[in-house]
């Protein structure tokens, strides 16, 4: 069983900083892209930030300047720094990655987090 599971989300005062993190966990062989998506009640999920085993990154428009993707690729691990938090940024924030799950026959997972609530507001 593979999972994501997130943790950084909370309040914090407009203007203020907050880092979510994501970890893979159970058995796979190898995770490729990952990224950071949110969804707020009654719309759809919107890309915040992805990134590649290369570390190339692209950014929603929204976001671009206020928000740095990261990853560890030993861990298994990616990381959201988030600066400058607007009250439009409140909203649950999914962890996604594509992850190899086995070889034989060749099998690609898009696995989702459960999710992280962050809340900006004074």
């Known amino acids: 069983q593979v999972q994501l599971v997130e943790s950084g989300g909370g309040l914090v005062q407009p203007g203020g900083s907050l880092r979510l993190s994501c970890a893979a966990s159970?058995?796979?062989?190898?995770?490729?892209?990952m990224g950071w998506y949110r969804q707020a009640p009654g719309k759809e999920r919107e890309l915040v930030a992805t990134?590649?085993?290369?570390?190339?990154?692209n950014y929603a428009d929204s976001v671009k300047g206020r928000f740095t993707i990261s990853r560890d690729n030993a861990k298994n691990t990616v990381h959201l720094q988030m600066n400058t938090l607007k009250p439009e940024d409140t909203t649950v924030y999914y962890c996604?990655?594509?992850?190899?799950?086995?070889?034989?026959?060749?099998?690609?997972?898009?696995?989702w987090g459960q999710g992280t609530l962050v809340t900006v507001s004074s």
């Open positions: 990134i590649t085993t290369g570390d190339s990154t």
């Open positions: 996604h990655a594509r992850i190899l799950t086995q070889v034989i026959p060749v099998t690609w997972r898009e696995v």
């Open positions: 159970g058995s796979f062989i190898s995770v490729a892209d």
